[in-house]
């Protein structure tokens, strides 16, 4: 009995020992339980944000100006005060640039589908798990994305993510040109072509290809047989006149690859073919200008590959999440909402554009037959993302300079190979930004209405109308 009654208390001790320890992981693991609700912070605080409307001239911003606790608008072009109210009658028409704004409205409407919460420690490695830089369920989108609108096939291609244009064809270039060779390529495209296959071509100096301009400079007899390697952008629909194009020297070059950036009529024998997601999602900032390239061989993919692991190691992780939810509320249902949207939105500004310099004898517009659609399978009129201006008269030589006079910024025609007399208006803006450009497109033609009717023959100096 004595012995029994000498291991109780022991025996007791270690128990209560025992029962503390569970109770205190017990305690642990109910205190730090997770919490599904850890995101409404996040929540809260774009909602907020969403909520501050800027009078609809304008958008606040998460990662915005921040004044005494509340978000700054920022206003849209001409206008101002602390709500954007406020509108400046005499401000130039900014539309120079091709911020793709005029989807803002589409994508309010469906806040709720597109939204996207960030976890702080998302990604956080160099690569996915299969030690690529690519996200596996983005490349299935959006080969699912091109089979359903039927611009691309997808079949056999590879699929290779840039930060923008400018890095990824600047890395398709570097792939298709010789690096054993004493001769660079000669990279080329056809006039009107896009700024950016002179600058970045130039920008980069490469010992392995330069920009020659003109590709139909290379077409004559005495150029076709030559063994130089050539490159040529194939742009289409063309940045900046909207017309569908065709390669300039296929079939001339023993040695030629095309380039073709944006959407277009795609044919299988393509070296290489660029597809943007501006093309669908118009947001070059949303993505950090995430834009994608289909690739038909497995060499050109390889290097363009290691081009961009050395860049940049790759497309921001968060970018291509951001991307793949956008696409799949692109997808949702018959996937016909944001391309009808869009489309009916071009079309209306590009036919209040035409009618009102449809009267007009100084100024003229690109001329664009309705083409097959084959997404909507059936013939649709134009609905240009840029409006390619022409001065018609010898006077008006410098045409940026004489719109500029009359309250319109636009970009100027050299910049695409062409010359002065030709300037870009982006169309793709905020309904703000074309609504001013309109305003001072009406009363240019107007004043040249009131000269004609006068019988006076006034220089460019007459259309200040700001």
Same mark, same amino acid.
């Given at each position: ?9 022991? &025996? ?32 809260? =605080? &774009? ?52 911020? %793709? ?57 590879f699929i290779v993510f840039g930060a923008g244009s400018t890095q990824l064809l600047n890395a ?12 660079? &390529?000669?990279?080329?495209? +056809?006039? %009107?072509?896009? %700024?950016?296959?002179?600058?970045? +071509? =130039? ?33 289409? %629909?063309?940045?900046?006149?909207? #017309? ?53 061989? #497995? ?5 363009? +590959? ?25 997808? =949702? *249902? ?26 007009? #004898? ?11 659609? +084959? ?11 840029? &409006? ?6 010898? =006077? ?10 009359? *309250? ?39 004043k040249e209405k009131q000269n004609v009717k006068n019988g006076i023959n006034h220089t460019s ?6």
């Open positions: 009995m004595g012995q029994l009654q000498r291991w109780i208390y022991p &025996a007791g001790l270690l128990c209560s020992v025992i029962l503390n320890v569970v109770f205190v992981v017990l305690y642990v693991q109910m205190n730090s339980k997770w919490k599904p609700d850890w995101s409404k912070s996040a929540a809260k =605080e &774009a909602e907020a944000v969403a909520a501050v409307t800027c009078s609809g001239h304008g958008r606040a911003y998460s990662d915005g100006l921040v004044v005494d606790g509340s978000p700054v608008c920022e206003c849209n072009t001409c206008f101002e005060g602390p709500d954007c109210s406020q509108f400046s009658p005499h401000c130039a028409a900014d539309v120079e640039s091709g911020d %793709p704004l005029f989807l803002e409205p589409f994508w309010m409407q469906h806040a709720a589908s597109s939204a996207v919460v960030i976890m702080g420690w998302h990604r956080m490695s160099y690569s996915y798990s299969d030690r690529s830089t690519i996200s596996q369920e983005l490349d299935k989108l959006i080969r699912k994305l091109h089979a359903h609108v039927g611009n691309a096939n997808t079949t056999g291609r398709a270039v570097h792939a298709l040109s010789p690096h054993n060779s004493s001769e660079p &390529a000669k990279v080329v495209a +056809t006039i %009107p072509y896009y %700024p950016a296959y002179k600058s970045q +071509t =130039e920008f980069f100096d490469s010992v392995h290809f330069h920009f020659e301009g003109d590709a139909s400079m290379y077409m004559n007899s005495s150029t076709s047989n030559t063994t130089s390697t050539f490159i040529e952008f194939v742009t289409s %629909p063309n940045n900046p006149d909207g #017309k569908l194009s065709k390669a300039v020297l296929r079939a001339l070059m023993s040695k030629q690859y095309m380039i073709v950036p944006t959407t277009g009529l795609i044919s299988l024998q393509f070296q290489l073919l660029q597809m943007t997601i501006s093309c669908c999602l118009p947001f070059p900032s949303l993505l950090v200008m995430l834009e994608w390239a289909l690739v038909k061989e #497995k060499d050109v993919f390889e290097a363009m +590959t290691t081009y961009m692991s050395r860049n940049t190691e790759g497309v921001s992780r968060d970018s291509q999440l951001r991307a793949l939810k956008l696409l799949k509320v692109v997808m =949702e *249902g018959s996937g016909r909402e944001i391309f009808e949207f869009s489309s009916k939105t071009m079309k209306d500004r590009w036919d209040q554009l035409n009618k009102t310099l449809s009267v007009s #004898k100084h100024f003229s517009l690109q001329e664009i037959t309705p083409q097959h659609c +084959t997404f909507f399978q059936r013939v649709r009129t134009p609905s240009p993302a840029y &409006a390619w201006l022409k001065c018609e008269r010898r =006077e008006d030589k410098d045409c940026p300079a004489v719109i500029r006079e009359a *309250g319109i910024i636009g970009r100027n025609g050299t910049l695409y190979g062409s010359n002065s007399s030709y300037v870009r208006l982006s169309l793709i803006k905020t309904q703000d930004d074309f609504d001013v450009m309109l305003h001072h497109l009406n009363k240019l033609v107007t100096s007459s259309y200040i109308s700001l």
